[in-house]
């Protein structure tokens, strides 16, 4: 059964980081989508980023994409999500997620395997 684990949440203040990892198993890593995705509380699901294992190549939301990188070790089947200067808007839980769909990842496009989410609180 494919497996994605997301770990790295937590309580941080405004202005800090943290670095989310999704941990994936059984399916064959390299050369497949991975998306990062939020919900905050009271608000629909939204794409943060995405990943292709295959060559590393990336595509983030507008509203991170100067603030968070995301990057991926093959060698041990993880993906990171790199947050930098975080700000209070950015609470929500992370999903990390295996579509096979080219980002960015709309509201149609989310069949796939999902992780069963992180939680990232960012304090004023």
């Known amino acids: 059964e494919i497996q994605l684990v997301e770990s790295g949440g937590g309580l941080v203040q405004s202005g800090h980081s943290l670095r989310l990892s999704c941990a994936a198993s059984v399916f064959t890593f390299s050369g497949v989508w991975l998306h990062l995705a939020r919900q905050a509380p009271g608000k629909g699901l939204e794409w943060v980023s995405s990943i292709y294992t295959g060559d590393g190549s990336t595509a983030s939301a507008a509203s991170v994409k100067a603030r968070f990188t995301t990057t991926r070790d093959v060698t ?24 096979a769909r080219m980002p960015p990842l709309t509201p149609s496009m989310l069949m796939g395997v999902w992780g069963q989410g992180t939680q990232v609180t960012v304090s004023p």
């Open 76 to 99: 041990k089947n993880m993906m990171y999500l790199q947050m930098n200067n975080l700000k209070s808007e950015d609470t929500a839980l992370y999903y990390c997620a295996k579509i």
